[in-house]
């Protein structure tokens, strides 16, 4: 791609076999994987592979470790965790450029986003580590007490989406082993550079067994790990598919599962909206990540007051949007994942297209020639005037596509924004405080943003996908469970 960027000393972190983590030592023998780039389609290193006796194993001393690291105090769990951030600290450049050449995510998106995320995470985990809470409540008899305690489950399964492999992984693991639990996190089979890395960070930083990283196909190392009696937990971000399948998975063992799931998320702009404020973000909200966020604001429903110059102005940042190498600081949008990921994702653009899907404004198009015809770009894409009832304003594209379809008012919007099996996120875009508060009383999603997307507080107020878009617990409460304490007094001692 970019000549500025072929000398960059970073390609050496691709030189060898990257990483998984077992019992404290880095695994790189045996079979590997590709790590193919999303920004030209060439194979830019290799990941180790977790073959069914490297699981077993793995489960064995996750196991072992278990007790160990839950009779720690919450202090000392809180050490490990800030020792780990100073780690990714220092590598932070590493992880922009693994990230960037794995998935396409441009380098000024992982500095200003995931890692920070990454690094708030452990540290606010540090934190609840000590805090844990539990509460307490009258039972209605005086000589009794009772207190809730938290416990750990022991061995917990995290499995890892593609579209934000370091931010998700570090978030989850910090608050898996903050609860006392130890972790077995696996990547995605499209994305374990970056938690790969880590691993050989931090390979020596744990006890042996406490953190667990390996690779793998989900149909494979996946299910084996979900379907092992040693796994008392399980934890999903990921595709509603793959939810479903873990359900039937684990259904038997009568296991504790959480699914955090996808999104097809309304964003409503009515005409009393500030349209230098619903513009911006509503761009931000369906492109950033080229729409691989499962909270994207992927189809925006306008007040017709508003929606020709709403519209104009969408499509003018669509065309404007910086697409490029991931590498370079002036990237806005890089490309997709990869070769299914993009099929998939033209597939649903040529789909509207030749199936009259409303009229396209902005992209839509391949890169036929030139840098970007190298990678998997897809051009930001704008649908006008589309029907609710489409494919394109149904399904989940999780790439750079955003339909706008035009609503008489809110209740209109309100009741299109919640005709979906989708319950992740929402938003509003008015200066009317009657408006923005009947919306968020009605929008039926675990989120609701008013005159922003996205939000800041994904640790202090972890949301829950209504609906399809996820099950079981949130936050550092998914991975603990509560155990009731009732204490009788002898009498004459209270
Ligand atoms: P995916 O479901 O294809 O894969 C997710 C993970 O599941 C991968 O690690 C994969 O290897 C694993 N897996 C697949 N089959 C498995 C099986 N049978 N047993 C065990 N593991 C298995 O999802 P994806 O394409 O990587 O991610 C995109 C999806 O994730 C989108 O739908 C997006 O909305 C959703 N997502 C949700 C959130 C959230 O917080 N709600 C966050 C990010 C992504």
């Known amino acids: 791609m970019s000549a500025a960027t072929s000398n960059d000393p970073r390609w050496n972190l691709l030189d060898g076999t990257l990483p998984m983590l077992v019992g404290g030592e880095l695994v790189t023998d045996g079979e590997t994987s590709d790590i193919v780039s999303s920004r030209d389609r060439r194979v830019a290193g290799r990941f180790a592979v977790a073959d069914e006796a490297l699981v077993e194993r793995a489960v064995a001393t996750a196991r072992g470790a278990a007790a160990g690291w839950a009779g720690l105090t919450g202090f000392e769990r809180g050490k ?29 998106a992982v500095r200003y986003s995931d890692m ?14 000590q805090d844990l809470g539990g509460r307490s409540v009258e039972v209605g008899d005086p000589m009794v007490s009772h207190r809730a305690r938290l416990e750990p489950y022991g061995v917990v399964l995290e499995v890892l989406p593609w579209n934000g492999p370091l931010w998700t992984g570090v978030q ?65 971000t990921g595709g509603i598919e793959t939810g479903v399948r873990i359900l039937q998975d684990t259904a038997a063992q009568v296991k504790r599962v959480s699914l955090e799931l996808g999104g097809k998320n309304p964003n409503i702009v009515l005409d009393d909206a500030d349209l230098d404020t ?17 909270v994207c604001g992927s189809r925006v429903l306008v007040q017709r ?6 519209s104009a102005r969408l499509v003018e940042a669509a065309k404007t949007r910086v697409v490029g190498d991931p590498l370079l600081e002036s990237t806005e949008m890089g490309p997709v994942v990869g070769e299914d990921h993009y099929s998939k994702v033209w597939s649903y653009i040529d789909g509207a297209i030749a199936g009259g899907e409303g009229e396209l404004l902005a992209g839509g198009q391949r890169y036929t020639e030139g840098p970007l015809s190298e990678g998997w770009f897809v051009p930001p894409t704008v649908f ?3 029907d609710p009832s489409c494919t394109i304003a149904r399904e989940e594209v ?15 919007a309100l009741s ?9 996120a929402s938003g509003i875009f008015t200066t009317s405080v009657d408006s923005a508060e009947k919306a968020a009383r009605e929008l039926q999603a675990g989120q609701v943003y008013v005159n922003q997307w996205f939000a800041p507080g994904g640790l202090q107020a972890p949301s829950q996908g209504y609906k399809t878009s996820g099950l079981g617990g949130v936050g550092i409460e998914k991975y603990l469970q509560t155990k009731n304490i009732f204490i009788r007094s002898t009498p004459g001692n209270q």
């Open 398 to 412: 999780f790439g750079p596509v955003v339909t706008l379809t035009p609503v008489d008012d809110l209740d209109e």
């Open 278 to 294: 619903a513009v911006m973000w509503s761009t931000m909200g369906a492109f950033s990540n080229s729409g691989q966020i499962c």
């Open 384 to 386: 006008g005037g589309v």
């Open 80 to 108: 490990y965790l800030l020792k780990i951030a100073d780690i990714m600290e220092k590598h932070a450049a590493d992880f922009e450029f693994l990230d960037a050449i794995d998935i396409g995510k441009p380098v000024t």
């Open 172 to 236: 989850r693991m910090a608050a898996i082993l903050a609860a006392g639990n130890v972790a077995i996190m696996k990547p995605s089979e499209l994305a374990s550079a970056s938690f790969s890395y880590l691993a050989s960070l931090i390979a020596d930083v744990l006890p042996p067994g406490v953190l667990t990283v390996l690779n793998g196909r989900g149909s494979q190392v996946g299910a084996q790990l979900v379907k092992h009696p040693d796994v008392a937990m399980v934890s999903l």
């Open 305 to 310: 007051g508003i929606y020709d110059a709403f």
């Open 416 to 424: 299109i924004a919640n005709d979906t099996r989708y319950g992740l």
């Open 116 to 129: 920070p995320v990454s690094l708030s995470a452990l540290a606010y985990f540090a934190g609840r580590a």
